[in-house]
């Protein structure tokens, strides 16, 4: 069984940072790539960010290019998500999540593509 924790939510005020962590743990981990995802009340599910465990693919959804930034320890089984310039409308639970399959870039950025999930941190940006 492969585990995943999210951390490092909270509460900020707008234009301020958080740093999410997600290690991921589990007898025989393996996997191709880590999501981040959130969700907010009323909405759907949005692909955050993307990032294989090899080579340099990452992605970025629209609305948070150029101000988060997903990155990786292999050595640590880790994902992070810094979030830089936070904005009100970033309030959400954010999940991060790990898929099993080599796929297209693409692949990744779709919430059917992953096949474990962590149990989400709250991210609460106030104006």
């Known amino acids: 069984q492969v585990r995943l924790v999210e951390s490092g939510g909270g509460l900020v005020q707008a234009g301020g940072s958080l740093r999410l962590s997600c290690p991921a743990s589990?007898?025989?981990?393996?996997?191709?790539?880590m999501g981040w995802f959130r969700h907010a009340p009323g909405k759907e599910c949005e692909s955050v960010a993307s990032v294989r465990w090899s080579g340099n693919y990452t992605y970025y959804g629209d609305s948070v290019k150029g101000r988060f930034t997903i990155s990786r320890d292999n050595a640590k089984n880790t994902v992070y998500l810094q979030m830089n310039s936070l904005k009100p409308e970033d309030t959400a639970v954010y999940y991060c999540?790990?898929?099993?399959?080599?796929?297209?870039?693409?692949?990744?950025?779709?919430?059917?593509?992953?096949?474990?999930w962590g149990q989400g941190t709250q991210v609460t940006v106030s104006s």
């Open positions: 999540a790990a898929s099993r399959i080599y796929a297209s870039d693409s692949y990744y950025r779709s919430t059917a593509s992953y096949d474990y």
């Open positions: 589990g007898r025989t981990f393996s996997s191709t790539a």
